[in-house]
């Protein structure tokens, strides 16, 4: 493609707000900018005198530009953000976060729910959160159910249930589904619930010693101490959470920039509570100013479809931005409320401030002395291998039950350790059960059989198993037409199958590595090689349950998908599918008496 004509196209470019995206030789966004005067912006790209490195080697590489107009300045914030989620421009900074942040939902029934929800929030009910972190929700939750008996289970499993399940007998459901508490005092307790989330816990605690009170009065001890435990798990709580100060609804970002890392750690309060924190390392091109990546963490973590939820009223920052009214007029726009963003704040903000501006120095402290773990290991393997660099690895292993629901897995690592991202498994088919050379075989061949491009072919591959399994690989590989060959090496356990005895195979097992037990080259290669195996166990687990939840239903003549779905969708599994009397079957959409009596039949015929 030609170069990019800067003045021809600069000559037809509009003085109006907007956003721009600048396209590469391959037609690839590499950068996405906004502009209150997109004329005026876009120029500033092709003077003459550049002083900034990165922005050099940016327009070095522009071959296309495409802008986008907009009625305000306002409007180009909230576009741009979203085309930088959407095409995640290597220039641009980028915050590597699209999961939604999680919530408690306690649903909207006769006899209310309490769940974890994480997404869109199309379920009726009231919605209490944001929280930081999945392990925030299940924590709450956890401790929640220890004070409140209100049900967690899901509703296909409630509605199935004909006596209470184990979580009455440990005091923490009051079984709804059955009757063992009427409606009225479940509401009682659900209204609790309601208030403590909503942050009025005091509110609570004087009820429930009102409670203790008069049934102490009335001489019913029992209920008496039952009420004395809540309060105090109620106390506990509130002393882990409660915030020494009168801020209802805050984020605090704290900011830290060392040796090329980058963090941005998030402090959460809601309802005067903390609801916890997470730490953020943004990919940041070199060179970046640390103005540039504030404003883009703010712009990315707030300004998106769906994220008014949870914009904080308050927003304190680390330091002053230049597009601090730009970007508060934004989080208003798109919160539907007023939103301050503040800076250079005293007293008790600044205690909050100070303590996630320590939190993100130590998140780099930590990511850093990982890394350099990492990198230790990876040279000691360099070494003992005799190689010159390692950028890929794979390993590979079979799992599967006396020969039944066989699955293959391939684990990579990478230079920063695992990968997840390019895991994959495979169900194992059109072998002997149990045949673990066939299996390793097949796995080869579905995993490099039709490579092409040499950068996916690993430096080396791990075979988890003794000489038999690393002979197939190389048979695999003797026919291998790439440039570049692989590592093959065998890691067989030692006699006792203890971690630390292992021994590497190569040359079809007719050499041996011998580590020691301390070597970090061992304990990367254990890493890899556990990796594989419990990715591997996963995948046949799962075959197996699903084969199990399955086979049986799949033996009744006229149950077909939509049937079995639900059955098992609305007696709550296989479980409850077997223990649910013919009445209960018949309720299930789709089965009518006759079939219901059938299936019934079926099941006590297999038991």
Partial sequence: MAVF???????????????????????????????????????????????????????????????????????????????????????????????????????????????????????????????????????????????????????????????PCLQHQLKRCSAPCVAKVSDDDYAEQVDMVRQFLSGKSHQVIATLVGKMEQASVELNFEAAAKYRDQIALLRQMQEQQSVAGNFAEMDVIGFAQLNGLCAVHMLMIREHKVLGSKTFFPKIPKDSGREEILTSFVGQYYVSTGSHGRIAKDIVLPFEIAELDDLTAALTQVAERKVQLRVNVRAERAQYLELANKNALNSIMVKQNAQDSIDKRYARLKAALGLSDINRMECFDISHTMGENTVASCVVFDGQGPNNREYRRYNVTGITPGDDYAAMAFALN??????????????????????????????????WTLDKLPMLIGVAKGTSRKPGLETLLIDGGRKTINLDSDSPALHLIQHIRDESHRFAIAGHRSKRQKQRTQSVLEEIEGVGLKRRQALLKYLGGMQGVKAANIQQLKQVPGISPQLAEKIFNHLHDKA
Wanted: charged fraction near 30%; charge should be positive.
């Fill in 5 to 163: 004509d800067s003045q021809a196209f600069l000559r037809t470019l509009t003085t109006e707000p907007g956003v721009y995206r600048m396209y590469d030789e391959d037609h690839q966004v590499i950068y996405v900018g906004k502009a209150k005067n997109l004329k005026k912006r876009v120029s500033s790209y092709f003077r003459s005198n550049i002083p900034d490195a990165k922005t050099r080697v940016l327009v070095s590489n522009i071959r296309h530009i495409e802008v986008t107009l907009t009625n305000t300045e306002t409007e180009a914030l909230l576009l741009e953000n979203n085309l930088i989620k959407k095409y995640q421009p290597r220039y641009n900074i980028l915050l590597r976060d699209d999961k939604s942040y999680p919530y408690i939902l306690l649903t909207d029934h006769r006899h209310p729910r309490l769940a974890f929800h994480r997404g869109s929030r199309k379920k009726k009910g009231e919605y209490f959160g944001p929280f930081p972190s999945s392990a925030a929700v299940s924590e709450s939750l956890r401790l929640m159910q220890k004070i409140f008996p209100v049900r967690q289970c899901e509703d296909a499993y409630y509605r199935a249930r004909s006596r």
């Fill in 446 to 479: 579905k995993r490099y059989g039709k490579v092409t491009d040499p950068d996916k072919v690993p430096d080396i591959i791990f075979i988890d198993g003794g000489k038999g399994q690393l002979s197939r690989a190389e048979s695999f590989f003797e026919s």
